[in-house]
């Protein structure tokens, strides 16, 4: 099978320019943070999937809290409390439908998901992977904050095989990537310290 | 194959789905709670004065789980854990000074995880908005379906707290009459809900009488964040892959202008060269119970089929909808074996759960 891997480091920090995906998502000025990230990337080339399995860690918190401290008024970033919103305005950018599933597990979410990736590979045609992660949060007057979306898509069933495509993160070719299918006897997953430290 | 082995709910209406049947059938609306102010919602009755949120989850699932005759399950089989749930977990800590770097579904699902008396393999969260128990069940029957577990215990929660009633005031999608009124001319919006579902999916039937979940089939269609395309293609998509002649759509129904646009013209598209099933809903009576909502129909739909009864929608007085002359104003009794079972979400979540029951009317 094989794995293209997607990532990019983005800063959200407003005022935003406003981004090519504008005319598929034309109130592209009302997504919070993690979905104009993934959005970000997902319309950066089209792709073909039947599943998106979408995994936040830290689920909504940052919106929900961002609701809140605005006086709960703002009905735009009440929707983007539900964390499978960003899933539906990444597909919107990349003008693409499917099945999508947001699933959630604490620290443990990166693990479930792709799990549930590899998994799922064996009856989905071509299943996908999105993960955003909040790696930087300034509550300052920038509200700046910095995302990394990662995209996994699997395709060609068959032998297990890697291939980096598009990345932007430095430190992505530094580190030993490797799989083997986790449904195998014995199951072995890592993919460097960046990502996904042990899948068991 | 997927058989629903065992289901329990709590409503506004009760403790179980028998209480929330008979007030369907009585065409009684559940109990309205203004503890939130001046937007009533339907609250499950009980005293949780000085209790977290998080502890009256902890409470209503004990409650739930504690229904399950756990003796009549081999606990050494392989088991799943799905937990569907939207906001009502986050209240405790949506409202401090910084925000949460917790996971607030994180806690919860331990605890059931430890609460309940079987290992469990593997546990998530699925947070698919108000398609969420839709979702849930969707990724049960894939593990059951290729063998991965035996067992899946699904559990679905949602309470009404201020976050989320604030939410869907800065939205405007609660019914300023407070009147629920789905499908009517004038409909005015919906009223939320507390409700918690608990349910075991099975690769094996039980009794002959159980429920086969025969498919779920969803979509998330990219059009709009809180509007689904009005056209009802994508919801009608998720319905005409179901293979089973229909007899009753359970709709998703929440009295929104455009969430009832919606499923009327997903319907006449996807039935419109077979005939057209007779529709009902249930959150004129209990309100939007969110991530529950699925699982709270699917526990009405198991009543239906002991009972050959369908309840009606009797706030429905005037409909120019497409659908309005197969919509139930009243209960009536009909001969049901297959039910689909609709679902709108935010973020363009559709979805549709097709149930059959081979002995219907026994129990």
């Known amino acids: ?200 | 194959m997927s058989y629903l082995n065992f289901i329990s709910c709590a409503t506004c209406h009760g403790d179980d789905q028998q209480s929330l049947f008979q007030g369907l059938l009585q065409d009684r609306p559940g109990k309205l709670s203004h503890a939130l102010g001046d937007s009533p919602y339907f609250s499950i009755s009980g005293d949780f004065s000085g209790l977290s949120y998080f502890q009256r989850f902890q409470t209503l699932i004990s409650q739930q789980l504690d229904r399950i005759d756990w003796n009549s399950f081999e606990k050494q089989k392989k088991w799943g854990l799905v937990l569907a749930s939207t906001k009502g977990i986050t209240e405790d800590t949506v409202w401090n000074s910084s925000f949460s770097t917790v996971d607030p579904y994180f806690e919860l699902l331990n605890w059931i995880e430890s609460f309940a008396p079987v290992d469990f393999s593997n546990s998530v969260v699925v947070s698919n908005a108000c398609s969420s128990s839709h979702g849930a069940i969707e990724l049960a029957k894939i593990w059951l379906d290729h063998q991965q577990y035996d067992h899946v215990l699904v559990v679905a929660a949602d309470l009404i707290g201020p976050f989320t009633l604030k939410g869907f005031q800065s939205l405007r999608a609660l019914s300023p009459t407070h009147k629920v009124q789905p499908f009517d001319n004038n409909r005015d919006g919906l009223l939320l809900g507390d409700g918690i579902a608990t349910a075991i999916l099975g690769r094996t039937a039980q009794n002959k009488n159980e429920i086969k979940v025969e498919s779920v089939h969803s979509l998330c269609e990219g059009s709009s964040a809180t509007r689904p395309d009005t056209s009802g293609q994508n919801l009608a998509r998720c319905f005409t892959q179901s293979q089973n002649d229909i007899d009753l759509i359970m709709s998703h129904g929440t009295a929104t202008y455009y969430n009832d646009l919606t499923e009327a013209n997903a319907m006449e598209l996807a039935f419109k060269n077979k005939p057209m099933p007779k529709v009902t809903a249930s959150k004129w009576s209990v309100g939007h119970t969110l991530g529950a909502s699925g699982m709270v129909d699917l526990a009405i739909a198991e009543q239906i089929f002991k009972t050959q009864t369908v309840p009606g929608v009797p706030t429905l007085k005037n409909c120019q909808l497409s659908i309005a002359e197969q919509i139930l104003r009243a209960s009536e009794k009909h001969e049901i074996r297959n039910i689909m079972i609709s679902s709108l979400g935010f973020g363009g979540m559709c979805s549709a759960m097709t149930l059959s029951c081979e002995a219907p009317g026994e129990s």
């Open chain 1, 1 to 200: 099978m094989r794995v293209d891997i997607e990532q990019l480091d983005f800063t959200f920090s407003p005022p935003l320019q406003e981004p090519s995906w504008s005319p598929q998502v034309p109130r592209w000025y009302q997504l919070d943070g993690a979905a104009f990230a993934l959005a970000e990337l997902f319309a950066r080339k089209t792709r073909n999937m039947d599943l998106l399995i979408m995994a936040s860690p830290l689920a909504s918190n940052l919106t929900d809290w961002e609701f809140v401290q605005s006086g709960c008024q703002h009905a735009q970033k009440f929707v983007h409390t539900l964390p499978n919103v960003r899933a539906s305005m990444a597909l919107k950018a990349a003008e693409h439908n499917c099945f999508s599933l947001c699933l959630q597990k604490g620290p443990e979410t990166r693990d479930v998901a792709l799990r549930e990736f590899f998994y799922s590979s064996q009856f989905q045609s071509v299943p996908a992977l999105a993960m955003v992660d909040l790696l930087e949060f300034d509550e300052g007057v920038q509200k700046r904050q910095v995302y990394r979306s990662t995209l996994l898509t699997a395709s060609d069933r068959g032998s297990w095989r890697l291939e980096l495509s598009e990345t932007s993160a430095s430190d992505f070719k530094t580190n030993e990537i490797w799989a083997r299918n986790p449904f195998a006897q014995k199951q072995t997953f890592k993919m460097g310290p960046w990502l996904w430290e042990k899948l068991s």
